[in-house]
């Protein structure tokens, strides 16, 4: 079937990425991209081709109004594929929709493609074991997996207003807090700098914390510093008596690697490490190691991220 | 307060074996309850000693997610639902609409609890498809639950922020695994969990009606679960450049 | 007959009735407890008492000063109106009242330090509620009263003339001794022979797979009190706050909120409350006393009247996962007990992973070897550890042993799951080792992991695996005897060794000399520590502490690496891997250069 490609995301910055998805999808259902935006069109949103503007609906959410809004504005345009990304709010609207469209739907895309009566999508599974390539047929909605696309920079075409009418709502929001900062959630973070016993002393670890957040990071360690000298509180504490962590990048500094350890990070998709030791254990379960001391490798390593700056 | 509570019998990632091209065998995997179905399990639990009622466990799978669906019952679930299906992976359509059958069935609800997501794939979409078919409220990523008899509040994690809010009744609601810490049972509750009632109902006698849209599997194919153990040398200065640089191309850090 | 004459013989009839009381009532009680006071039972008791003397530990030779105290002092009353006609007799008398004084003096102080101490620990780590604290005072100056009665008793033999004063003081005493002393005395006596490896299972699976009994029938955990059974009743109610258990248990010393004194006597109370039988334990005992417990058997080993702590808090334990309240780090351990076989959560199949590297064979079937080595998880999958099992197996391939592994069929043996309180997950894992080494027809293992080798020694054999279990620092020194391990015999690396005995090992299975003889061979110089042998403090792993983490103020491994540095040796040998684990972590924090390194690998390095 032909159609336009339709992009959509609550979250701006996830919002230009499914764009430059979209526009690379289009033309294997010889449509055109479409940039869906609530209320009014976004500022931070960078896509090319048309932006259609949902009017009615509140541009806030929630997304079960948004769902409702989207599948009106769907059944009246017809669009053969429509990208979600899959934030918290969005695997939501992808959901209602494609209930609502009664149209198959295909989760966590980092790739996709179409042949024109079908559309392919690369996801991960089983924990990031796992590559697979998944088709349903057209029409479809496919969440986007953030991070997986480059942002559009392509310039908005024309506008286009649709109105969308106003849909019930049923879930009341009562109040909406920023996360609590200084809080540390390593289960949710992406990438983890966990410190060990080669660092030397507690005053030493603001260093890490450094590196941590040039890396988007968070700080974690070993057991000894948090159960033993109580540098760190326990919620940092990283290992099989702590807490289990999957980031995307687990760097592992001075930390010789008890199993005890090894255990509560084994599943990390890429672990690097720096030890003074060779023989260190930690390096068995590492991608990339650099055997050295952490006090001239850390200020190497944040030389080195900032050098493309 | 009836609560019914969705449990998925999950691929064991952990003990994942590939044949010799990388693919992974997924038939005769092992597999386990979903790590976050069992905070779904725990959610459901406490709603009932909070305000009293039933706890169904409900799943859709083949013979082998009874196992799971037992582990439901072990942890304190009064009655269970077995949906009994071809393993249909990766298709959330059609698990949400043999489940929300499947609940149409085994009664009233006013609550029906899931995990945020399964631990296997991952795509958080069955739980509000649930609801949208269901015509039930959703609230998803609850960290927090209070339950009364017409409302439900809860505060819901999101990226960057924690919502606040309020829904009424009947509802479906999806919990992160910081809600709660599941309680685990002992072989014993196991075993005599046997001996509370499961429904079995086949999927093509919910889905008579209708089918639902097909997902099909192309390719699957494993990333390398060894680790590279590259050692980078060179001065302090090249290893560390070697090594952002190595980052930066395996795409886990965005500097 | 004069006036005080008659007085003489009022007190000495009284004093004789109250000799009689205490006999009736310890008869009551054995009676009332199912403990038969035969003959051979006191003998046996008797030698057990004089035994414990060996251990070292100073509460016993308090106890026996107040156990011959009181019998010297009962004697000597009984028969007071005819010391005049057997001067012997009165001499022999007064010669053992010299000693007995001695010990009794240092009882009471003793009693004295630890009555500050239990306060002290109730205030601060217990947070013990008023009621109880008074309580407990007024129990401890009993016992101060009644060692302060015999003594005075014992003083008054020396003055003929006041023989009666001796009987209205004996009389007070003995009325204290029928009160408070008899229960935990019948206590003892059954219970003395009961060892600290000898747990009890409220079911058996293969019983329950088989039908014997309804599966729904099977009741784990102690919910109220009414389910406690008489042995752990008897052993709570005998308690009469002697201390010694808190002045041993390491979680106590560790600031940990545990004193096994408080537990037993928190639930004696309840028991004697309102509702009593009915009421909850769990309302008293909190989670992390329960799981403070590292089951080191610290106090069950120093406990003068036969108090079994450790019954208690398994059946607590049980109860409480019973119950399901197990945080993640707990759960996660049955967890991967259930899923992967080993505590980790690590892959079966890379279990042998360092055997094929170490040239090790796998024992499979058509294949046979004199003994089968138990790795166990530890030295198994830890690599620190695993210079364990490869110094072993060098050890034993120099030595010309015949041996084998099991690979990936041996299976944790489910020690740490029985001791959380899975008490099924344990019996599971049992079962499935037990049929896999019945199919290969093992018959002797040697282990080097104390917990393996006591669960294959002492709790298999309740479920059928009966095998010849030795502990591979049994097998180390008849190898040295032996001659089969070339070991230098002098002194010529000058390596000064301290040796920590491990609980299961030591306290548990009385194995103490053989590490000793394997490490002295190996020419290394032994520099002991105070707590050593039977009295050897914990590192904190046990009782599955290695897999959680409880409130404390500092970790047993670091007061334990203090006591070997305090030695002034340079090594610290271990016997354990959990051991080895902890106290490796705990010297490294401390930075002071003490080398932790287990037996094995000492004796490995110094093979010529």
Same mark, same amino acid.
């Given at each position: 079937m032909t159609g336009d490609v339709w992009s959509f995301s609550e979250n701006a910055a996830v919002a230009s990425e499914v764009a430059l998805a979209a526009e690379g999808l289009a033309p294997a259902v010889q449509g055109g991209p479409v940039v869906v935006e609530v209320g009014r069109a976004r500022d931070g949103v960078r896509g090319g081709g048309e932006r259609l503007v949902l009017q009615g609906c509140p541009q806030d959410g929630p997304a079960e109004a948004l769902a409702e809004c989207i599948s009106r504005a769907a059944k009246s345009l017809g669009p053969a594929i429509i990208l979600v990304g899959a934030t918290r709010e969005g695997r939501e609207v992808a959901a209602r929709l494609a209930v609502k469209l009664d149209v198959g739907c295909l989760p966590e895309a980092s790739r996709i493609s179409s042949d024109g009566k079908t559309v392919s999508a690369e996801r991960s599974v089983y924990a990031g074991r796992v590559s697979a390539t998944l088709t349903s047929p057209l029409p479809c909605v496919v969440t986007v997996r953030p991070g997986s696309f480059a942002k559009s920079t392509g310039a908005t075409g024309t506008v286009r207003n649709y109105d969308a009418g106003t849909p019930e709502v049923r879930v009341r929001r009562l109040g909406s807090s920023r996360r609590e900062t200084g809080s540390v959630d390593l289960k949710s973070a992406k990438v983890i700098v966990s410190a060990g016993r080669g660092v030397k002393r507690k005053e030493d670890l603001p260093m890490l914390e450094g590196l941590a957040s040039e890396m988007k990071g968070a700080l974690g360690c070993s057991r000894p510093l948090s159960s033993d000298l109580g540098w760190l509180s326990e919620e940092h504490h990283i290992g099989l008596t702590g807490v289990v962590v999957k980031p995307d990048l687990y760097l592992a500094v001075g930390i010789s690697g008890q199993l005890q350890h090894i255990a509560g990070m084994k599943d990390s998709k890429v672990v690097a490490a720096v030890n003074t030791d060779r023989d260190a254990p930690i390096f068995q379960a590492s991608d990339y190691g650099i055997v050295g001391d952490l006090y001239q490798v850390v200020p190497a390593l944040r030389k080195a991220l900032s050098a493309r700056h | 307060m009836n609560v019914a509570v969705c449990v998925k019998h999950a691929v064991d990632e952990g003990e994942l074996r590939f044949d010799p091209a990388g693919r992974p065998l997924i038939e005769g995997a092992a597999g386990k309850m979903g790590a976050f179905d069992k905070n779904a399990v725990e959610a459901a639990l406490r709603v009932r000693s909070e305000v009293g009622g039933e706890v169904v466990g409900v799943t859709v799978g083949g013979a082998d997610a009874r196992k799971s669906l037992k582990e439901a019952l072990a942890m304190g679930a009064d009655r269970g639902v077995h949906v009994l299906d071809e393993p249909h992976l990766l298709n959330p359509s059609r698990t949400s609409a043999l489940l929300a059958a499947s609940l149409r069935e085994a009664g009233q609800f006013d609550l029906v609890l899931c995990a945020e997501g399964s631990s296997d794939t991952y795509s958080g979409l069955v739980p509000p498809m649930v609801a949208e078919r269901l015509g039930y409220a959703y609230v998803g990523y609850a960290r927090k639950l209070g339950v009364t008899a017409s409302e439900v509040r809860a505060e819901r994690s999101l990226e960057e922020s924690i919502e606040s809010v309020a829904s009424p009744l009947p509802a479906v609601i999806s919990v992160v695994s910081e809600a709660n810490e599941p309680r685990y049972p002992t072989l014993i509750q196991i075993m005599q969990a046997s001996k509370k009632p499961v429904a079995e109902v086949r999927a093509q006698d919910l889905l008579s009606a209708g089918g639902t849209h097909s997902v099909t599997i192309g390719s699957m194919f494993a990333h390398s679960t060894d680790r590279k153990r590259i050692f980078l040398e060179g001065t302090t200065d090249e290893a560390a450049a070697k090594l952002v640089d190595a980052l930066r191309k395996e795409g886990v850090i965005s500097v | 007959m004069d006036e005080s004459a008659l007085v003489y013989v009022a007190l000495y009839l009284a004093s004789v009735a109250s000799v009689a009381l205490i006999a009736a009532v310890s008869v009551s009680y054995s009676k009332q407890s199912s403990i038969r006071l035969t003959p051979g039972r006191l003998a046996g008791l008797t030698k057990d008492e004089f035994a414990r003397l060996k251990g070292g530990e100073p509460v016993f030779l308090m106890h026996l000063s107040i156990a011959l105290g009181v019998g010297v002092s009962i004697v000597a009353a009984l028969v007071e109106p005819a010391l005049g006609y057997a001067p012997l007799l009165r001499d022999a008398i007064l010669a053992a009242s010299v000693p007995l004084l001695g010990g009794l003096t240092a009882a009471l102080v003793w009693r004295v330090q630890r009555l500050r101490q239990s306060k002290r620990i109730e205030r601060d780590l217990l947070k013990s509620g008023r009621d109880f604290s008074v309580a407990s005072t007024w129990l401890q100056l009993t016992l101060v009263a009644a060692i302060a009665l015999t003594m005075t008793e014992l003083a008054l033999t020396w003055a003929p003339s006041l023989a009666g004063a001796g009987f209205l003081v004996g009389t007070a005493r003995n009325l204290l001794v029928a009160v408070y002393y008899v229960r935990p005395g019948v206590n003892l006596a059954g219970s003395y022979d009961r060892p600290l490896s000898s747990m009890a299972s409220p079911f058996k699976l293969g019983e329950v797979l088989e039908g014997?009994?309804?599966?729904?029938q099977v009741k784990v955990g102690v919910g109220k009190m009414g389910d406690f059974d008489a042995r752990e009743r008897s052993s709570y109610d005998s308690c009469v706050e002697i201390g010694a258990c808190e002045a041993s248990c390491p979680a106590t010393a560790s600031g940990r909120p545990l004193s096994p004194r408080v537990l037993v006597r928190e639930l004696s109370r309840l028991g004697k409350g309102e509702s009593g039988a009915d009421s909850d334990p769990l309302t008293t005992v909190g989670d992390d006393e329960l799981w403070a417990c590292t089951s080191c058997g610290a106090c069950v080993s120093s406990c003068p009247v036969g108090v079994k702590h450790l019954d208690i808090v398994y059946d607590l334990r049980r109860e409480l996962v019973g119950r399901g309240k197990l945080d993640r780090e707990k759960s996660a351990v049955l967890e991967n007990l259930a899923r992967s076989q080993n505590p980790y959560g690590l892959k079966p199949s890379s279990r042998a992973d360092w055997a094929s590297a170490a040239g090790v064979d796998v024992l499979a079937e058509g294949r046979s070897a004199e003994y089968l080595y138990w790795v166990g998880c530890v030295s198994s999958y830890d690599q620190r550890a695993q210079r364990i099992s490869r110094s072993l197996a060098k050890i034993l391939k120099g030595a010309g042993v015949s041996f084998a592994i099991l690979g +990936? &069929? +041996?299976?944790? /043996?489910g020690d740490p799951a029985r001791r959380l309180g899975e008490e099924g997950r344990f019996q599971e894992l049992a079962y499935q080792n037990i049929r896999k080494l019945a199919s290969l027809g093992v018959k002797k293992i040697v282990a080097s992991c104390p917990h393996c080798f006591n669960s294959l020694k002492n709790d298999y054999p309740a479920f059928g695996g009966r095998y010849e279990v030795v502990y591979y620092t049994q097998l180390l020194s008849d190898l040295v005897r032996e001659g089969r391990i070339r070991l230098? &015999? /002098?002194?010529? /690396? +000058?390596i000064s060794v301290t040796l920590h005995d491990a609980c299961y090992a030591a306290r548990y299975n009385n194995i103490f000399d053989e590490p000793r003889l394997a490490l002295e061979a190996s020419g290394v110089e032994l520099k002991e520590m105070r707590r050593r042998r039977e009295t050897t403090f914990c590192c904190g792993a046990g009782g599955s502490n290695y897999w959680f983490k409880v409130p404390q103020q500092r970790s047993m491994a670091s007061i334990r690496a203090d006591e070997a540095k305090g030695t002034g040796a340079k090594t610290l040998s271990t016997e354990c891997p959990f051991c080895l684990s902890m106290l490796d972590d705990a010297t490294k924090v401390s930075g002071d250069g003490l080398e932790v390194k287990d037996i094995a690998e000492i004796v490995a390095e110094n093979m010529v």
């Open positions: - | - | 014997k009994y309804d599966i729904s +990936e &069929g +041996e299976l944790c /043996t230098p &015999g /002098t002194k010529v /690396t +000058e």
